[in-house]
């Protein structure tokens, strides 16, 4: 199976005439980029840290105690069977993740480390009741695990809030709120209690050691519980903005039994999306386009940067029933149909001429308002017409544009308020029935963590919303 199905799923991509790598869907492009061995080994600490908290700390030191008598030769065959696959299986698979984090995610992705945690606790259970605890192995344990938690940023891996991506800290900012304290001084405390605890379960070991190290971490838990389902439940009502009201618009403006596209760019949010295929019935074929991070699922397009076709796998796109729903950075030629501003960003249904063409496109433009370093329109098939820009600042009290734009001079705006202006900007075609672009550079771009130490990578230019294309008339 192993050497097998790879290479069956090799030969059928060949057969299709696609690379292996578009097997891989939505994943296809996780593989880019370069990690970096200290980012690893970071990410593969602060993971370790996580799992351990996420357990109330107890059993993952006694679970790193009993390791050694579990694996030593002449040990029970099924104890030993037993912690050979729960280290087999859990250490590949934190530094897995953590690769992972450290490039794509910057936070701790404890969702994808579930399945360990519960074998932390097995283990660390089965350590002190068949009283296979290693001294030395406990002190290791012990200094591991407290160097890690130490060591965590907590607050910075809290913000943004990690969402469903990282329990364990929910939970412990969920208590340090109940308690007025620090998410720092919680851990410590934390800490200390399950050092306590663990000494306890070495000292007196079996059943009464059992008893202490797991009773106190069955109510941590317990209570880490509670914090995670009121959260889980506060993300739910978060969501529900995403899908708008009504939750069916499409279904309600195309007719449920129509076969609506809908046309989806990597720098959109996904749950914009996902609640709009989720709730239309109509809402049938995603067509993403191609960009650094992986967009929902659906067929690969790719749009002509002259003339707006779209087109995949070089054969145009073809609309069953003339409907195709885009959020605002594309603008599909033919006549809008409806619009439903959601928390996510605007979404369009459009009725447009098959096979689908793109009248004007944005890119440089994040969902939440930001503008990347740079931000271009465009205009295909074009005889010339205003970009109108609606621009402010998200930081400082100036901000410089350098405008690049087809057929025309480049000029250089300054926008100095926090409110939106509009700001008009007239291009002409690259060439005859050619495309009309504006590129506008941010001078005075910053991260997002220079901006508000908020732990933000991307280098932020301003707030923006995608243009509004007014064609000349004709």
């Given amino acids: 199976v192993s050497v097998g199905l790879p290479l069956l799923v090799l030969a059928a991509q060949v057969a299709r005439g696609r690379g292996l790598r578009d097997a891989l869907g939505g994943y296809e492009q996780l593989d880019f980029a370069a990690v970096s061995p200290h980012a690893l080994w970071v990410w593969v600490v ?67 480390l579930f399945v360990v945690e519960p074998l932390l606790v097995l283990v660390g259970m089965a350590a002190v009741a068949r009283r296979r605890l290693s001294v030395a192995g406990a002190a290791v344990g012990a200094v591991a695990v407290a160097w890690a938690v130490l060591a965590l940023p907590e607050e910075a891996l809290m913000n943004p809030v990690p969402y469903a991506d990282t329990y364990a800290l929910i939970a412990v900012s969920g208590g340090a709120g109940t308690l007025s304290t620090t998410m720092g001084t919680l851990l410590v405390a934390l800490l200390v209690l399950g050092l306590l605890l663990g000494a306890a379960a070495i000292i007196a070991p079996g059943r009464p050691g059992v008893v202490a190290a797991f009773g106190v971490p069955a109510l941590l838990i317990a209570a880490s519980n509670h914090y995670v389902t009121s959260s889980s439940a506060w993300i739910s009502r978060m969501a529900s903005p995403y899908a708008g009201n009504p939750h069916d618009w499409i279904d309600a403006a195309a007719g449920r ?89 605007t979404l369009t249904l459009w009725r447009s001429p098959s096979p689908l063409r793109l009248a004007a496109a944005t890119a440089g433009l994040a969902p939440d308002g930001w503008t990347g370093p740079e931000m271009e329109a465009r205009a295909y098939a074009c005889a010339g017409g205003v970009f ?47 495309a009309c672009v504006a590129h506008l550079a941010f001078l005075d771009a910053k991260t997002g963590n220079a901006i508000a130490q908020n732990g933000d990578q991307r280098v932020l230019g301003m707030r923006a919303d995608p243009p509004e294309w007014v064609p000349v008339p004709t």
């Fill in 388 to 434: 109108r820009f609606r621009l402010a600042l998200g930081f400082g009290t100036r901000g410089r544009v350098q405008v690049t734009r087809s057929g025309l001079p480049p000029v250089r705006l300054t926008v100095r308020s926090r409110t939106p202006r509009v700001f008009a900007v007239r291009v002409a075609p690259e060439s005859p029935g050619g």
């Fill in 46 to 112: 602060r993971h370790f840290a996580v799992l351990a908290v996420a357990v109330a700390v107890v059993p993952a030191v006694l679970a790193i105690a009993g390791l050694p008598r579990f694996l030593r030769r002449g040990a029970d065959p099924g104890e030993r069977a037993v912690a050979v696959t729960v280290v087999a299986m859990a250490l590949p698979l934190i530094v897995e993740v953590a690769g992972f984090a450290s490039v794509h995610s910057l936070r701790v992705e404890e969702r994808n």
């Fill in 257 to 345: 039994d129509s076969r609506v596209s809908l046309m989806w760019s990597s720098d959109e949010t996904p749950l914009l999306a996902w609640q709009a295929e989720f709730w239309n019935r109509s809402v049938g074929e995603i067509l993403t386009t191609p960009g650094d991070i992986p967009g929902p699922p659906g067929r690969r397009v790719d749009v002509d940067p002259g003339t707006g076709a779209v087109t995949s796998g070089g054969a145009p796109v073809v609309l069953e029933d003339g409907f195709v729903a885009a959020p605002g950075r594309f603008r599909p030629a033919g006549t809008a149909v409806a619009t439903h501003v959601t928390a996510g960003g």
